[in-house]
Nanobody, 114 residues
Framework: EVQLVESGGGLVQPGGSLRLSCAAS????????MNWVRQAPGKGLEWVSD????????LYSDSVKGRFAMFRDNSKNTLYLQMNNMKPDDAAVYYC???????WGQGTQVTVSS
């Protein structure tokens, strides 16, 4: 069974940092490009970042570029999103997904508030 399980969400103050994890199982994780996608309350899905299978080429939305970093450990089948200098607009449910959106995790809630 294919599974993507996010963790690491929570409450962080503006300017703070948080690291999300996504544990993958049931498929050859190292062969897939991966995405992070978020959904803020009352809004649609927003693509955040993409990382290639090797983990050496990433793309970021303009809203997070320079603040977020996506990386992966293929030996642990785990994807990460390091979020720095966080803003209230970063508050959302964050999902990891295979590129193309064929598999999604259940999401992890991130709240940015003082």
């Amino acid at each position: 069974e294919v599974q993507l399980v996010e963790s690491g969400g929570g409450l962080v103050q503006p300017g703070g940092s948080l690291r999300l994890s996504c544990a993958a199982s049931g498929f050859t994780f190292s062969a897939f490009d991966m995405n992070w996608v978020r959904q803020a309350p009352g809004k649609g899905l927003e693509w955040v970042s993409d990382l290639n299978a090797a983990g050496d080429s990433g793309l970021y939305s303009d809203s997070v570029k320079g603040r977020f970093a996506m990386f992966r450990d293929n030996s642990k089948n785990t994807l990460y999103l390091q979020m720095n200098n966080m803003k209230p607009d970063d508050a959302a449910v964050y999902y990891c997904a295979t590129a193309g959106g064929t598999q999604w995790g259940q999401g992890t809630q991130v709240t940015v508030s003082s």
